[in-house]
């Protein structure tokens, strides 16, 4: 089935140790998205690549960092986690073709941060 | 700019009873207006999505939503609940936000079936 796989599910990482989250996809989609969640609160968008090009949200730190290799991979790094950073991060996808496809998310990666 | 509203924070209710989530909006020009359900530990699963045409959009596992323009509103309906949709739910608002869409979700509300 095509989906959305995110990985680690889990990851743990110390304060301030560089941490690479990794999604792909098997829909073929052209926008790829990235957003934090705290503790069911709603999710918040960081940033999302449409095919290579990279659109980062106003209020995004500098701490997080995002690259797309190729269409179906996208990572987001976090240069030195905080304990702020500590949430689920979401990947999400969409096809792009019109404003309003749906977009369809991976099951998450949980950061915890020590 | 736009926004969206969940009203509640926690909505019970009792196994084949009817359960409502409201949602309310606001949008400059048209809404398109999206239903998301999120397990714990999981992501975000789309439920359904109104954009235009009917106001009675039906999606997944029985859901439903009604669209009124007039109280600008998108309420998620269900005729009979099962404990088995316990779970946070977000109602979102599309944007466009360049050159795709972007999601404004709202806040959240957990649904609690009893049995």
């Known amino acids: 089935d095509a989906m959305v796989i995110q990985n680690p599910r889990y990851q743990v990482t110390q304060f301030g140790k560089p941490v690479t989250l990794s999604c792909s996809q098997t829909?073929?989609?052209?926008?790829m998205y990235w957003y934090q969640q705290k503790s069911s609160q709603a999710p918040k968008l960081l940033f999302h690549y449409y095919d290579k090009d990279f659109n980062n949200e106003a209020d995004t730190p500098d701490n997080f960092q995002s690259r797309r290799p190729n269409t179906s991979f996208c990572f987001l790094d976090i240069r030195s986690p905080g304990l702020g950073d500590a949430a689920m991060y979401l990947c999400?996808?969409?096809?792009?073709?019109?404003?309003?496809?749906?977009?369809?998310f991976g099951p998450g990666t949980r950061l915890t941060v020590l | 700019a736009q926004s969206v509203a969940q009203p509640e924070d926690q909505v019970n209710v009792a196994e084949g009873n009817p359960l409502t989530v409201k949602c309310t909006y606001s949008v400059s020009g048209n809404p398109y207006l999206f239903w998301y359900v999120q397990y714990p530990n999981r992501g975000l699963q789309f439920l359904l999505k109104?954009?235009?045409?009917?106001?009675l959009v039906k999606g997944s596992y029985g859901f439903e939503a009604e669209f009124n323009k007039s109280q600008t509103s998108f309420h998620l309906k269900k005729p009979s609940a099962l404990v088995s949709d316990s779970a946070l739910y977000f109602c979102a608002v599309a944007w466009y936000g360049g050159a795709t869409n972007k999601l404004i979700f709202g806040t959240g509300t957990l649904l609690a079936v009893q049995p």
């Open positions: 109104y954009i235009t045409g009917d106001n």
């Open positions: 999400a996808t969409c096809s792009g073709r019109t404003t309003t496809d749906t977009q369809y």
């Open positions: 829909l073929n989609h052209n926008v």
